[in-house]
């Protein structure tokens, strides 16, 4: 009650007071620009909706008012039957002996819609109140034939705006009809305010009683043409025709009145009732189209063509609303604001959504027009409609949807396109024809932000993996494109699973369009990937791009190759030289130094050589630094130690654990004579062999000549030269086994280097897979093993002959070194001048064996 007061209707909270009622209502506002001596307009609202209202309140209680209640309870009868779309249309009342209340449409007062025009152009202006002049006519004619009844208030104050722009008939308060023994109008007429100033001539002369003599309309026209003046010439006085003499209005006093509409405006003045033009023979006269005076000011007036196409759209045949259209569309920038936004759109949109018309040319007509609507109102006015058409299955409508989608996409929210919109776009994945297959695709990226994770993640990808595959080419390439631009909004592990395949399905495409997308689309989301993904799946997975046929991908491939390239290097520029403690062996094959500068290479050449140098340098550190230091047993046959990585080839080249004993002396192996196996000195050297003198010549020079030019510095490397080292012996050796022999697991598994943290039993595990030797070696005698010049310090044991015959012995035996010194802590030229020394006497001992052939060869006599 309280709010209601504060409203300012002491009528309203009186009446709730003492009756206790519930309105249908909430008054807001009162309207200050509307000037009636009787009514009170006020802006509400109606309780079911919310929706927008007007609230008109007459109250009794004041003695100015009291004379006035017969005529205001004369207007609520009359506005609650008389219903016409250009009359003020009544939705409800409360009324009590001395208060009512008439709830209707939202309007306005026509004074301050004729206020805002006046600033307008003239033309403009003109075709306004021409076309609201239209409206006010038709309803006089309905009143005036149809009802047969006399409005008897026409006049300013009696004409409102609704919300769609259009004017609306309302002041019912005198209408009566001749039949009526209640009427109003010819006992109380001259109760209306201002009563006598808007009457007809012979009103004036003989009373109000005297129109039940004429025609209805007759009282009507006269007052039809005062108003045609007052809109007109707002500011100017009524003409002089409308006091007596009641002179003919003369040219000079046309004003602002258009001069089409002056002739017509002359016959509503009319003196004499009988000759008076009436609203409905005005209306059908401006309508024509005849060359008669005052035609066509109706039939010409922009609005006036464009509310008739409206109404009548459905039943035109197609060439009428192509026209339609077209008109529309030329003449929409002029339309008032509330007139397009609330008569002309929901026209369209009605005729749209229940067919009679293309797309095409509608949804233009309906973006343009929704442009002037206020942020406010643009939910309820034009997406409310779209939304709904999303569910049409005509495809005419939904492309024209999608084309237009940029325009109203930044206005939809979340749950819109989640519950609405996506159930029914997502259909366009599948439709038979490739436009909307097409257009489907390229709508998803301005809807992208407005999906929850499910659809994102989910559903989309599933139809996006659909369209990679069709056979549209450009669908295909604007697929990966999307897939590129959605990249970033993926979830973390949706972009690991989808992205280099998607894109990597694109470089593979047979259009070229295709690949060069797929590429720019790899380079796009470069953030996406971390350095080990772009190292292990960008980069494998886009690299023979480079040789691609076309030299449009070829040369966006090497653009991403740079790219990608660049940006590990920052990546490992931030690493640290080494994942392993310093404590720790350095991995077998990553050298401590480099052979160039930055440790690069700029040749295959020099690749290949720095390879190999970094294999034999960190073999030799191996070696030093861990074998040199243990014993083999002499009992098993030959064990091999080897990282875990290597794969494990035969039983009886695996020993057990007990096999090796540390030791600071010398290792030795003993085998029994004869047993063949990889023993060292465990074969004879057949007296056919012809080329191993010069084989061992070739890898004594090259060893010497290596040693001599060393480009790792002094690092032990392996001694070729060492006199006790029979290379000839591995000629015969039974062949290794290979891995495709024995089953063993890829040596490049994830275990591939061994660490100092490795013990020895941990090598020596055997595998359930591994076969059996193929020449098991037989228990033997322990015998003297020679000694390698790996090993420091060792001593030299007696030489072995190599006649067939152990009686030959003492005739051919190989001249012996005495003792075998280490090249190890020796400079860089002393260990040249050993090389050198021990060449020499390489050479004399080809020479003595040489020599001892030949003697076998040839028997003494």
């Known amino acids: 009650m309280d709010y209601l007061r504060t409203l300012g209707s002491a009528a309203v909270s009186s009446l709730v007071q003492k009756s206790g009622l519930t309105l249908p209502f909430s008054l807001g506002t009162k309207v200050t620009s509307y000037d009636n001596q009787s009514w009170t307009l006020y802006d509400a609202t109606k309780r079911d909706d919310g929706s927008l209202v007007s609230v008109f309140e007459f109250d009794a209680n004041t003695s100015a008012k009291k004379n006035y209640l017969p005529l205001a309870k004369n207007a609520l009868r009359k ?10 249309r009544f939705m409800d009342t409360v009324e009590t002996d001395t208060t009512i209340h008439i709830m209707t449409e939202r309007v306005r007062p026509l004074a301050s819609a004729i206020s805002a025009w006046s600033s307008k152009g003239a033309q403009e202006r003109e075709e306004y109140l021409v076309w609201g002049l239209h409206r006010v006519s038709v309803a006089l004619t309905f009143v005036n034939d149809s009802c047969a009844s006399t409005h008897g208030n026409v006049r300013v104050s009696s004409i409102f705006i609704s919300a769609t722009g259009e004017w609306k008939l309302g002041g019912f308060d005198a209408l009566s009809s001749p039949k009526d023994d209640a009427a109003v109008l010819y006992t109380l007429g001259s109760v209306i305010p201002d009563a006598m100033s808007y009457a007809s001539p012979e009103v004036k002369k003989n009373g109000w009683s005297v129109l039940k003599e004429y025609d209805p309309a007759a009282a009507d026209a006269y007052a039809l043409g005062l108003l045609i003046h007052c809109i007109f010439n707002p500011s100017a006085p009524l003409p002089a025709t409308a006091q007596p003499p009641h002179t ?20 509503l003045l009319n003196p004499n009732p009988k000759a008076r033009l009436t609203p409905k023979n005005f209306l059908e006269l401006c309508m024509s189209q005849t060359a008669g005076e005052g035609s066509g000011v ?42 397009a936004s609330q008569r002309v759109l929901p026209s ?5 959504e229940f067919g009679g018309a293309s797309a095409a040319a509608i949804l233009p007509l309906v973006m343009q027009l929704g442009k002037g609507v206020s942020p406010e109102d643009y939910s309820s006015v034009i997406l409310v409609h779209l939304v709904k058409l999303y569910a049409s299955p005509d495809r005419g409508t939904r492309m024209a949807l999608l084309d237009h989608l940029p325009e109203y996409a930044d206005k939809l929210d979340k749950k819109t396109v989640v519950d609405k919109i996506w159930p029914n776009l997502q259909t366009g994945f599948l439709d038979t024809v490739a436009v909307i297959r097409e257009a489907t695709v390229k709508s998803i990226i301005l809807l992208s932000d407005k999906l929850n994770e499910r659809i994102l993640n989910n559903d989309l990808l599933r139809h996006l993996a659909k369209m990679q595959a069709d056979p549209e080419p450009s669908i295909r390439t604007n697929t990966c494109i999307l897939i590129g631009r959605l990249g970033p909004s993926l979830g973390y592990n949706t972009k690991r699973k989808v992205l280099v395949p998607a894109f990597t399905r694109a470089l593979k495409d047979t259009f070229v369009h295709a690949r060069v997308a797929g590429l720019m689309a790899l380079m796009a989301t470069i953030e996406c990937f971390d350095a080990e993904d772009l190292a292990s799946k960008v980069i494998p997975n886009m690299s023979f791009t480079t040789v691609d046929k076309e030299k449009l991908v070829r040369d966006q491939a090497f653009k991403a190759m740079d790219l990608f390239v660049k940006r590990l290097e920052e990546y490992a520029s931030s690493m640290p030289e080494t994942a392993a ?34 294999a034999i340098s960190s073999i030799g550190k191996k070696l030093a630094a861990a074998d040199l230091q243990s014993t083999m047993d002499t009992n098993a046959g030959v064990g091999i130690d080897r990282p875990t990585s290597a794969p494990v080839t035969s039983d009886a080249l695996r020993p057990s654990a007990s096999s090796y004993t540390s030791t600071t002396s010398s290792s030795q192996l003993g085998t029994k004579t004869g047993v063949k196996g990889m023993q060292l000195g465990a074969h004879k050297v057949p007296t056919s062999s012809s080329g191993t003198a010069f084989t061992a010549d070739w890898v004594e020079e090259a060893a010497a000549e290596a ?22 012996a591995f000629e ?10 024995n089953g063993t697991q890829d040596p490049w598994g994830d275990d591939g280097f061994t660490t100092s943290n490795h013990t020895v039993d941990d090598f020596l595990k055997p595998a359930s897979n591994v076969s059996k030797p193929i020449h098991a070696p037989k228990p033997a005698a322990p015998k003297p093993f020679k000694s390698s010049p790996l090993v420091a310090n060792r001593t030299m044991a007696p030489a072995r002959s190599i006649t067939p015959s152990e009686s030959d012995a003492g005739e051919h035996t190989v001249p012996q ?12 030229e002393e260990k040249a001048a050993e090389m050198a020394r021990r060449k020499e006497e390489r050479r004399q001992r080809i020479a003595a064996l040489k020599e001892a052939k030949k003697g076998v060869a040839t028997p003494t006599p």
């Open 348 to 352: 369209l949109i009605s005729a749209l």
């Open 298 to 339: 109706f039939a010409n007036n922009r609005l006036v063509k464009v509310c008739s196409g409206l109404d009548n759209f459905n039943l035109g045949n197609e060439s009428e609303k192509v026209a339609f259209l077209r008109m529309l569309k030329e003449s929409a920038s002029s339309f008032p604001q509330e007139f």
């Open 732 to 741: 015969a050796a039974p062949a290794v086994p290979t891995n495709g022999q």
């Open 248 to 267: 003919p209005p003369t040219a000079s006093s046309r004003g602002a009145i258009p001069t089409a509409l002056f002739p017509s405006f002359k016959k």
């Open 581 to 614: 403690p310093e404590s720790e062996a350095i991995p077998l094959g990553l050298p401590p130094s480099s052979p160039g500068a930055n440790g690069l290479v700029n040749s295959a050449a020099g690749a290949a050589g720095a390879l190999a140098g970094w």
């Open 707 to 728: 040693a001599q030019s060393n480009p790792w510095g002094s690092d032990d490397l392996m001694d070729v030269n060492a006199d006790q080292d029979d290379w000839s």
């Open 817 to 828: 070194k005495a003792t075998i010194v280490s090249t190890a802590g020796m400079t860089k």
């Open 79 to 88: 506005l609650r039957t008389v219903r016409h779309p250009d009359v003020l």
